[in-house]
């Protein structure tokens, strides 16, 4: 692979350029005002897959927004590669948070990227990491050293839950049929500790609605003798934590696989320093489940949080309302043993459960998706360790992540493959939120690492 650096090299800077591009187009699956960029990023994933030498490119419709897929198959005897991507990203709100336009990417210099980051919705989650297996595609087709199949899928509905993709899989499962799925979607511990994502928390995601009396009062006349909606929302909420920080949920822990003392001996072991932590969040301590570590309850610990509160008046000046309705958008992260369709209906019946005879409650699921833990005894994962110790000179930590990629169990139960979790951003990369950056050191590490796992994978697929 020593032909690919100078190559690398060479086109740094088109390769940045092509992804501004990419970043340029505000593709937000969540909001239909922007359907019609949503399918303009569609069209450029795919002309790009055309472009560096992909095959049966297609842009594939959904009941939402398009799937985009395209092949490079080099040898039937060669194991495939199924590369799992997503152009789509999150609302860019609240605007006059970002320090520059969302949708005009620009490079700037931080503390954890000395060299430069990418500083745009979408960098990092996920355009950046998807553009970089189109790169590391380019690098290998144009040397010829390319040594197994390739497909990609790239979807536009990650964002808002991936609606349609398991529909797509099912009826497309000769076309996606591979060894592996490999993502890179998620993070590394830093860019001198390089690591690879063997568990990823489940989700369940829920709208709640409180309804008082029949209309919105005057909050003299009737305060005081009529149920505030948001008044009891908030006390609902508070009520769904103890003093300890457990859920109450009745039936919620029941089955929270116990994690060993040696495995969360080695999660601690990885470097991470709380009060630098806490220096960059701006806060004065950190909260959470009692018993646990910052790394195991974002790792190993389910989680009940919410996402948006709303209600009565929030214009400018005053109005003294004691509004009809109060809502919440509610998440629960899950961990392995966990089933988010059962959780949902615990969730729902506590909620229903815990109102007061004043108010009436409405419980809607959103979506939702299963934990997964992936084995690092596989060929998959020892390809995967082998191409991080080339690129960066060290062994990669095997790592779980407290985030949710629910497609990766979906792809394990439709397609019967596993998947490998390869990404290269930061946790500190304020992701979904103002300032979303990528650094340029991940993104070009990226482009060299993935041939190496192509190269590894095929090799050790071969020995097997």
């Not at 808002?160 to 979607?185: H, T, Y």
């Amino acid at each position: 692979m020593k032909e690919l650096k100078p190559y690398l090299e060479a086109n740094k800077q088109r390769f940045l350029d092509e992804l501004f591009d990419l970043l340029r187009i505000p593709s937000v699956s969540a909001d239909p005002k922007f359907a019609g960029d949503v399918r303009r990023m569609a069209e450029a994933t795919a002309d790009h897959l055309r472009t560096v030498g992909a095959e049966q490119v297609e842009v594939f419709e959904t009941a939402g927004h398009p799937i985009v897929y395209g092949e490079k198959m080099v040898n039937p005897k060669a194991p495939t590669v199924l590369v799992y991507g997503h152009y789509d990203v999150q609302p860019a709100d609240p605007l006059n948070l970002w320090d520059s336009p969302a949708f005009e990417p620009i490079v700037k210099k931080t503390k954890l990227h000395p060299q430069g980051a990418i500083f745009a919705r979408g960098s990092c989650d996920d355009k950046g990491q998807m553009f970089m297996h189109v790169k590391a595609f380019e690098m290998m087709l144009k040397h010829n050293l390319l040594p197994c199949n390739v497909k990609f899928m790239i979807e536009g509905e990650e964002e808002v839950g991936s609606k349609n993709l398991e529909k797509f899989c099912l009826e497309n499962r000769k076309k996606l049929a591979c060894d592996v799925v490999l993502i890179s979607d998620t993070s590394i511990i830093d860019n001198d500790t390089p690591s690879l994502t063997v568990g990823l928390r489940g989700l369940c995601y829920m709208e709640v609605e409180v309804t008082g009396p029949n209309r919105d009062l005057h909050s003299g006349v009737y305060g005081g003798a009529v149920a505030n909606p948001i008044n009891v929302l908030c006390q609902m909420i508070a009520s769904m934590h103890d003093s300890k920080r457990r859920i109450t949920i009745e039936g919620f822990y029941d089955d929270v696989e116990k994690v060993s003392a040696k495995e969360r001996k080695l999660m601690n072991e990885a470097p991470f320093d709380e009060k630098q932590y806490m220096k960059d969040l701006h806060i004065n301590d950190v909260m959470g489940e009692k018993g646990f570590t910052t790394i195991e309850r974002t790792g190993i610990r389910p989680t009940l949080d919410v996402n948006g509160i709303w209600g009565g008046y929030i214009g400018e000046g005053a109005k003294t309302v004691l509004p009809s309705k109060a809502f919440a958008k509610i998440s629960m992260r899950l961990v392995p043993g966990q089933d988010p369709k059962k959780i949902e209906k615990l969730f729902q019946k506590h909620f229903e459960k815990i109102a007061p005879k004043g108010v009436k409650v409405k419980v809607s699921p959103h979506h939702g998706g299963y934990p997964v833990v992936v084995p690092t005894n596989s060929v998959e994962y020892k390809a995967a360790e082998k191409a991080m110790e080339k690129a960066f000179g060290k062994k990669p930590l095997p790592q779980r992540g407290g985030g949710s990629i629910p497609i990766v169990a979906m792809f394990d139960q439709v397609l019967g493959v596993k998947s490998v979790l390869m990404g290269f951003g930061l946790d500190s990369d304020d992701i979904h939120s103002p300032n979303e950056h990528y650094g340029l050191f991940n993104y070009y590490k990226g482009i060299e690492t993935i041939p190496y796992f192509y190269q590894y994978y095929t090799e050790m697929k071969k020995k097997k």
